[in-house]
């Protein structure tokens, strides 16, 4: 071999990344081209087909029908033989179903928990009740999609101008949706609808709240507000209420719906923030437009934040039941009692005969951006999706929008399908989202803010007005994963302060609340 091939085989040694000394693949760092020479372990392999960045490459040569191993986790059966070098990928990778062993609670380790002297602090905005938002808002719900466009109406008149002077309030929010009848009451549906629109109206980040509805609908206001409890003044939330048939009309009801806000604004602004330990802060955990890397940055260091934000007293939840399918025996081994873990497998139990025949994430089928990212299955899309929960003991298991009462890490049931998932993360109490993604998502969300990580240095200097943070860094050799982590909690913090994030400079947030539909239309 000559010196300048060794240089060239030197060089190319960091083109592949093992994750763990079992795996039978590796990742591609960047794109590799056909007939390309590459190192692993000390040989050379050459490359049986172009691969994309963030793609798998045999390492070895793997017979049909064995397990394709990726963080020493199986995600799935070689569909025929393997040779090495060769693009590993849903063409030759078949997904196959297994049971895992729960093993409840063998992986709880104890918390070492900051003193509360010491915790970190930032600036929040402290509820009469103690609870403490990160943004202040006046909220306008529709009871149905019937009272939509009246409740846009109503929040595009509060304009920049009309609000500068009220500084203290971030702004006036319409949180529309397209249920609220045509469907079966009472129901799941019916309930989940409820809770979540309740979550909203008894949010922190919320000064005010108006609902409005049509007056024929199912989900009739008055009906909404005594059976979730709602009252005026709660936690010091103020609560109007209107009802479009009795107010006179699309036009009467706009005009006495902005009239109700504009009665709020003064007691709105009178907010101030001020120093709140960390404790405080509840972090919707949030990942859309996965890639290959996903799982070896930004989801990873996503973790070891909070990891660092539990330690200090906060609370991280990680939701999108379907992705974490095929490793929920990792999350079932950190629950702090058997009951925590079985209440996790029994939502997995549902979710199976709820998707049953369809072709969804549940059944193994990923998305196009997923596929072209490299992530050929759920079962390792869910590897790396679940990464963001971090190592802290699993404190509990909550329904969609269900409030969430224990801090630490805990679960909220929900679809993967992002608005859906952080609408319910925000119901369920969220007042930060942090959002990974590799492939670049540009959602944004009210009235708990969304920070988003990238997973790769290309796609964050190609989406730089949407992405807060580069977790490619840690891919680049900048840093480390725990290093990534400790600089996501600062961010976090300063965020929670009031620091904008990309996508609320983009005004990003309004359009994006999506309670999840469960029934029939009728």
């Given at each position: 071999?000559?010196?300048?091939?060794?240089?060239?085989?030197?060089?190319?040694?960091?083109?592949?990344?093992?994750?763990?000394?079992?795996?039978?693949?590796?990742?591609?760092?960047?794109?590799?081209?056909?007939?390309?020479?590459?190192?692993?372990?000390?040989?050379?392999?050459?490359?049986?087909?172009?691969?994309?960045?963030?793609?798998?490459?045999?390492?070895?040569?793997?017979?049909?029908?064995?397990?394709?191993?990726?963080?020493?986790?199986?995600?799935?059966?070689?569909?025929?033989?393997?040779?090495?070098?060769?693009?590993?990928?849903?063409?030759?990778?078949?997904?196959?179903?297994?049971?895992?062993?729960?093993?409840?609670?063998?992986?709880?380790?104890?918390?070492?928990?900051?003193?509360?002297?010491?915790?970190?602090?930032?600036?929040?905005?402290?509820?009469?009740?103690?609870?403490?938002?990160?943004?202040?808002?006046?909220?306008?719900?529709?009871?149905?999609?019937?009272?939509?466009?009246?409740?846009?109406?109503?929040?595009?008149?509060?304009?920049?101008?009309?609000?500068?002077?009220?500084?203290?309030?971030?702004?006036?929010?319409?949180?529309?949706?397209?249920?609220?009848?045509?469907?079966?009451?009472?129901?799941?549906?019916?309930?989940?609808?409820?809770?979540?629109?309740?979550?909203?109206?008894?949010?922190p980040n919320l000064a005010g709240v108006l609902v409005v509805g049509l007056g024929c609908e199912r989900n009739q206001v008055a009906d909404l507000v005594d059976s979730q409890a709602l009252r005026d003044g709660e936690g010091g939330t103020l609560l109007r209420t209107l009802v479009m048939q009795e107010t006179g009309g699309t036009r009467a009801t706009i005009e006495a719906g902005v009239a109700a806000v504009r009665e709020?604004?003064?007691?709105?602004?009178?907010?101030?923030?001020?120093?709140?330990?960390?404790?405080?802060?509840?972090?919707?955990?949030?990942?859309?437009?996965?890639?290959?890397?996903?799982?070896?940055?930004?989801?990873?260091?996503?973790?070891?934040?909070?990891?660092?934000?539990?330690?200090?007293?906060?609370?991280?939840?990680?939701?999108?039941?379907?992705?974490?399918?095929?490793?929920?025996?990792?999350?079932?081994?950190?629950?702090?009692?058997?009951?925590?873990?079985?209440?996790?497998?029994?939502?997995?139990?549902?979710?199976?005969?709820?998707?049953?025949?369809?072709?969804?994430?549940?059944?193994?089928?990923?998305?196009?951006?997923?596929?072209?990212?490299?992530?050929?299955?759920?079962?390792?899309?869910?590897?790396?999706?679940?990464?963001?929960?971090?190592?802290?003991?699993?404190?509990?298991?909550?329904?969609?929008?269900?409030?969430?009462?224990?801090?630490?890490?805990?679960?909220?049931?929900?679809?993967?399908?992002?608005?859906?998932?952080?609408?319910?993360?925000?119901?369920?109490?969220?007042?930060?989202?942090?959002?990974?993604?590799?492939?670049?998502?540009?959602?944004?969300?009210?009235?708990?803010?969304?920070?988003?990580?990238?997973?790769?240095?290309?796609?964050?200097?190609?989406?730089?007005?949407?992405?807060?943070?580069?977790?490619?860094?840690?891919?680049?050799?900048?840093?480390?994963?725990?290093?990534?982590?400790?600089?996501?909690?600062?961010?976090?913090?300063?965020?929670?302060?009031?620091?904008?994030?990309?996508?609320?400079?983009?005004?990003?947030?309004?359009?994006?609340?999506?309670?999840?539909?469960?029934?029939?239309?009728?």
């Amino acid at each position: 071999m000559t010196t300048a091939t060794q240089d060239t085989t030197k060089d190319l040694s960091r083109a592949l990344i093992r994750l763990h000394a079992r795996d039978n693949i590796v990742i591609a760092r960047a794109p590799l081209a056909l007939g390309q020479n590459v190192e692993v372990d000390g040989r050379v392999l050459r490359l049986r087909a172009q691969v994309p960045a963030g793609h798998k490459v045999a390492a070895e040569a793997i017979a049909a029908g064995t397990p394709v191993r990726k963080y020493d986790t199986v995600i799935g059966l070689a569909a025929r033989a393997i040779a090495p070098g060769e693009h590993v990928h849903a063409h030759n990778l078949r997904f196959v179903e297994f049971e895992r062993e729960p093993a409840f609670c063998t992986d709880v380790r104890p918390v070492d928990y900051v003193p509360e002297h010491a915790r970190a602090t930032f600036q929040g905005i402290v509820r009469a009740d103690g609870r403490v938002g990160t943004r202040n808002y006046i909220g306008i719900l529709s009871s149905v999609n019937c009272s939509a466009t009246v409740i846009r109406k109503i929040a595009e008149w509060f304009t920049p101008e009309r609000l500068a002077g009220f500084p203290n309030v971030d702004g006036v929010v319409a949180f529309q949706h397209s249920s609220g009848c045509g469907m079966s009451s009472p129901s799941l549906h019916f309930d989940v609808l409820r809770r979540t629109l309740a979550g909203y109206a008894r949010h922190p980040n919320l000064a005010g709240v108006l609902v409005v509805g049509l007056g024929c609908e199912r989900n009739q206001v008055a009906d909404l507000v005594d059976s979730q409890a709602l009252r005026d003044g709660e936690g010091g939330t103020l609560l109007r209420t209107l009802v479009m048939q009795e107010t006179g009309g699309t036009r009467a009801t706009i005009e006495a719906g902005v009239a109700a806000v504009r009665e709020m604004l003064p007691r709105a602004d009178a907010a101030v923030r001020q120093t709140v330990p960390a404790s405080h802060i509840k972090v919707g955990l949030e990942c859309g437009g996965s890639d290959g890397f996903s799982g070896i940055t930004a989801n990873p260091a996503l973790g070891a934040a909070m990891d660092i934000l539990v330690r200090h007293g906060g609370t991280a939840i990680l939701s999108e039941t379907p992705e974490i399918y095929g490793v929920e025996h990792m999350l079932t081994r950190r629950a702090v009692t058997p009951e925590v873990g079985q209440k996790l497998l029994d939502r997995i139990a549902w979710w199976k005969e709820y998707t049953r025949g369809h072709n969804g994430q549940f059944n193994g089928v990923v998305g196009p951006g997923n596929q072209q990212g490299g992530l050929a299955n759920i079962f390792e899309k869910s590897l790396g999706s679940a990464m963001k929960g971090g190592t802290t003991p699993l404190q509990g298991v909550y329904e969609y929008a269900e409030p969430i009462d224990r801090a630490g890490f805990v679960f909220m049931d929900s679809p993967g399908y992002d608005p859906c998932a952080v609408t319910g993360q925000i119901a369920s109490g969220a007042n930060m989202i942090l959002f990974t993604t590799g492939r670049g998502s540009m959602f944004g969300s009210k009235p708990a803010p969304t920070l988003k990580l990238s997973s790769n240095t290309p796609m964050f200097e190609r989406l730089r007005d949407d992405m807060d943070i580069n977790c490619g860094r840690v891919l680049d050799g900048e840093l480390t994963v725990q290093q990534m982590g400790e600089e996501i909690f600062a961010h976090l913090l300063r965020a929670a302060s009031g620091e904008t994030t990309r996508s609320e400079a983009l005004g990003l947030g309004d359009g994006e609340f999506v309670p999840w539909h469960l029934g029939i239309v009728s």
